[in-house]
């Protein structure tokens, strides 16, 4: 891969000229932790992807990986990579901070009529221990820990520094476990119009970029169903399906307002989730409920009906194929069934009576979340 870097350029601050069909995707590479090898081989198949790109669209990579070089950005285009800054110390790619000046930097050096955002790492869901930027120590939280610094980045930091940038993404790509979950959907939707990713776990290996590299540029209405599709096609070929979805985050306002529905005809004081669907587990705990399956479980087949349009509408494209599982080393498959007729692709967290025993109350966490009270949640469940 080294031997591919053409020579460093310098950074470009000349005054910005967008064409109309143009396009820069970043991709934010958290690999300052195990998933570091991985990043070699994903930059790799970006570069034998991004030979068909057009000379109006530009692929950038933040790449922060596990080793003694120092953090960079760099630029794959035609079946080249070179590298278009260097920094000169270790930075904590976890600090939404550096997420807003690397997305400002990218976008004042590579203007374009409309942006991607891939969020490359590790993640956890909407887990979140308190409203501070970044935390370090404790479970999992959200996305990319750095392990220079021991930090997660939480999403409504996240979304709070994106916001700072000026850049609104056409799409947000989440190549990391877990992240898509109508909490991450809701705290983002005024930062993208689109956000793909699995509710799951993923595998360590990533999307094949090779192929869903044209797919990021493309600029038909369905873009989405290309990445999605080439992504389980490779799965398939290991064996494995992965949960995927796109959420159209201006309809999370209305999915937020069906919601309150949801929670009226929920069981009270505690819902049920035995036998139902989930995506992740922590400390034995079973949590990232599927957004249908939990909802299924717990109320009427004509309530459940009403949220299944509901979430259609905000989740306008999936794609698993039952025949297999996913990759996952915190999910006991024989504890449910895995029944397509009640699979959203998308997790949501509903309150229950075991996380209110242990070191981590969900019920409590989940109140740093903006969905928590947009829903009605925080009314019905205190």
Not at 205 to 233: C, H, M, Q, R, V
Request: hydrophobic share 40%; aromatic share 12%.
């Amino acid at each position: 891969l080294l031997a591919a870097f053409s020579s460093c350029g310098s950074d470009h601050d000349d005054e910005p000229h967008v064409v109309s069909d143009s396009r820069t995707v970043l991709v934010y590479m958290s690999a300052d932790n195990n998933l570091s090898s991985d990043a070699d081989n994903n930059l790799y198949q970006m570069i034998k992807g991004s030979v068909s790109l057009s000379d109006n669209d530009h692929l950038i990579v933040f790449v922060d990986q596990n080793n003694s070089n120092m953090p960079y950005i760099a630029e794959i285009s035609k079946g080249e990579i070179s590298k278009v800054k260097e920094f000169t110390s270790d930075i904590n790619a976890a600090d939404p901070r550096e997420m807003r000046d690397i997305i400002k930097w990218t976008a004042n050096n590579y203007p374009a009529n409309d942006y991607g955002l891939v969020l490359w790492g590790h993640a956890s869901g909407w887990l979140i221990e308190d409203s501070v930027a970044t935390r370090s120590n404790g479970p999992k939280r959200a996305y990319g820990i750095d392990n220079g610094y021991g930090k997660w980045m939480n999403t409504p930091s996240m979304a709070k520094y994106i916001a700072e940038t000026g850049v609104k993404f056409h799409y947000i790509f989440a190549d990391a476990c877990c992240f898509q979950c109508v909490e991450n959907a809701y705290e983002l939707r005024n930062v993208t119009d689109l956000l793909i990713g699995a509710p799951s776990e993923i595998p360590g290996y990533g999307a094949p970029y090779d192929a869903i590299t044209p797919y990021l540029f493309s600029k038909a209405e369905n873009f989405y169903k290309g990445i999605i599709n080439e992504y389980e096609n490779y799965n398939e070929l290991q064996g494995y399906s992965v949960p995927l979805s796109v959420i159209k985050t201006d309809e999370m306002n209305e999915l937020a307002l069906a919601a309150h529905d949801i929670w009226a005809a929920m069981p009270q004081p505690w819902p049920s989730a035995d036998k139902v669907m989930y995506y992740f587990s922590e400390n034995g705990k079973k949590i990232c409920h599927d957004a249908l399956g939990i909802v299924a479980a717990n109320t009427s087949e004509s309530v459940t009906n009403q949220w299944r349009t509901a979430l259609n509408k905000a989740v306008i494209y999936s794609n698993y194929n039952p025949k297999y599982k996913w990759m996952a080393n915190w999910v006991n498959f024989n504890a449910f069934t895995i029944d397509i007729s009640r699979m959203a692709c998308v997790s949501m967290f509903v309150p229950l009576e075991t996380y209110e025993y242990g070191s981590n109350n969900f019920n409590t966490m989940i109140s740093h979340m903006a969905w928590h009270t947009a829903s009605g949640l925080a009314s019905v469940y205190k």
